[in-house]
């Protein structure tokens, strides 16, 4: 069974930092994009960042670039979120995803995560 959990959240103040992680297991993902997306209450799932198989091609959402930082675990089945500067319009539940493509798009993505909660208090 194909299963993705997260981990690393919390509750922060703005400008603080947390690292994400989301750990893959039930097949090898070494050959899948991973990514990074968030729901926030009251607002659309949003891509945040994905990463290729390789870890060579990275993709970030203009509302984070420069602040967060996605890459991947050398076993490969572990893809990490670096969070820095955070805002309190980063609260969100976190989720890791897969897919076959690097891509901002949800329906590219096969598997998800249950998502972790990241708070940021002003």
């Known amino acids: 069974q194909v299963q993705l959990v997260e981990s690393g959240g919390g509750l922060v103040q703005a400008g603080g930092s947390l690292r994400l992680s989301c750990a893959a297991s039930?097949?090898?993902?070494?050959?899948?994009?991973m990514g990074w997306f968030r729901r926030a209450p009251g607002k659309e799932r949003e891509f945040v960042a994905g990463i290729s198989r390789s870890g060579d091609r990275a993709l970030c959402a203009d509302s984070v670039k420069g602040r967060f930082t996605v890459s991947r675990g050398n076993g490969k089945n572990t893809v990490y979120l670096q969070m820095n500067r955070l805002k309190p319009e980063d609260t969100a539940v976190y989720v890791c995803?897969?897919?076959?493509?690097?891509?901002?798009?949800?329906?590219?993505?096969?598997?998800w995560g249950q998502g972790t909660q990241v708070t940021v208090s002003s």
């Open positions: 039930g097949r090898t993902f070494s050959s899948d994009v």
């Open positions: 995803a897969t897919s076959e493509v690097v891509s901002g798009t949800p329906n590219h993505y096969t598997y």
